[in-house]
């Protein structure tokens, strides 16, 4: 059942409408005019609203283009009886989902609101899965070093600056990479990530910048590299210290001229990409010893992330092992186990050389072997 808004002045064809909707199980609400139904859209969360062109006060054209402004997520077709294309045009250009003309054809009324309100519950599952997400890559920790991560955070996202994410394996630099994306204007694009340790030096050029069919012997079909596939959005470019001198010389000028060039091609293309890059290595020391691009570097580096090792944050701790035992409830289907605050005191102890991905292992170790509650004998037992 959906909730429904009517905006129509004339009282038959709002009744026929009501009608129709209340037959199908919708929630079925009026309006008489523009500014009555404008004023219900701000007040009511609706799934759709069905609104006509002329009338009186507020024209539905008017209607639209204030509730897009103001934030309205309510789905819009738009109704007239001096339907034209033009017309038609300009409300789809205003964020329209459809536009009907009166008299209505009842098969393409049915399939329109069927399709809008699909369009609807996709938006909305999707916001959903998007909660869900960020919830399972929340940054957790109320101390000193992550809250300056999260400050910066704060401060870099919005702009396009590129990123440069430094800090020990295991310390959540994948993290901060998708906080950057989720809070900046491209969050609506693609994050696309690279892990450049995990590539043969051989295939990172055609991982990054993609092939064209028969460039290499098994090139069989052209491929988009990963700059494409993330146009509009962020590149990872995760371990970008263990990147051969070749491709940061490609990527250097990627990043120069916003153009590639596919392996086997010819053509440039151009690209519209974020880049945020990581590495737990030293990078000055690299270029010290000839393995990593000075220039390069200064290009990545235009605001440089430290991320914590544990050991330098261990006051959060606690807040990051209820987090991992709720999160490993959820995916056990399980009820949450608790933990002993010895237990807690022994983790808090502990020399954390894996950093948060060793605590997240130990945690659900812990689950898997312990009872209902988590004991310091348990913790000395399997840490």
Not at 18 to 39: M, N, R, S, Y
Not at 95 to 114: H, M, N, S, V, Y
Not at 119 to 131: A, F, H, P, Q, R
Request: aromatic share 4%; proline share 2%.
């Amino acid at each position: 059942m959906a909730k429904i808004l009517i905006i129509e002045d004339d009282n038959k064809i709002r009744a026929i409408l009501k009608e129709i909707l209340e037959e199908k199980e919708h929630e079925v609400h009026e309006a008489a005019d523009g500014a009555e139904g404008f004023k219900k859209l701000e007040q009511g969360n609706y799934d759709l609203c069905i609104c006509d062109i002329k009338m009186p006060k507020m024209d539905g054209l008017e209607v639209l283009e204030k509730a897009k402004e103001a934030g309205i997520a309510s789905n819009f077709i738009i109704i007239s009886a001096h339907g034209t294309i033009d017309v038609a045009v300009e409300a789809v250009k205003k964020g329209a989902f459809d536009f009907l003309q009166k008299p209505f054809d009842l098969g393409r009324l049915e399939i329109t609101l069927r399709n809008a309100l699909d369009k609807t519950n996709l938006v909305k599952e999707t916001k959903t899965l998007k909660k869900k997400i960020s919830k399972k890559f929340d940054m957790v920790g109320e101390s000193e070093p992550i809250a300056a991560v999260k400050e910066m955070i704060e401060k870099v996202a919005p702009t396009d600056a590129r990123v440069l994410v430094n800090g020990p394996n295991g310390s959540g630099k994948e993290l901060v990479a998708r906080w950057i994306h989720e809070k900046s204007k491209r969050a609506d694009g693609p994050l696309v990530e690279v892990n450049c340790a995990a590539i043969p030096s051989e295939l990172i050029e055609s991982e990054l910048f993609g092939h064209e069919k028969g460039s290499f012997t098994s090139a069989i079909k052209q491929r988009l590299g990963k700059f494409e596939l993330a146009e509009g959005g962020t590149l990872f470019l995760d371990e970008i210290g263990d990147m051969s001198l070749s491709a940061q010389a490609k990527v250097l000028r990627a990043l120069q001229e916003s153009k590639i060039t596919r392996v086997g091609g010819d053509k440039e293309i151009s690209v519209n990409v974020r880049v945020v890059a990581a590495t737990n290595k030293d990078l000055r020391k690299e270029i010290e010893e000839s393995r990593f691009r000075e220039d390069l570097y200064h290009r990545l580096s235009v605001i440089v992330i430290k991320v914590p090792a544990l050991n330098d944050r261990k006051e959060d701790i606690p807040l990051l092992v209820d987090k991992f035992l709720l999160d490993i409830a959820d995916e056990y289907g399980a009820k949450k186990k608790t933990i002993q605050a010895k237990a807690l005191t022994q983790l808090k102890d502990h020399n954390w050389t894996g950093n948060i991905r060793e605590l997240r292992n130990v945690v659900e170790r812990l689950v898997i072997m312990s009872g209902d509650e988590i004991s310091a004998d348990d913790v000395k037992k399997y840490i």
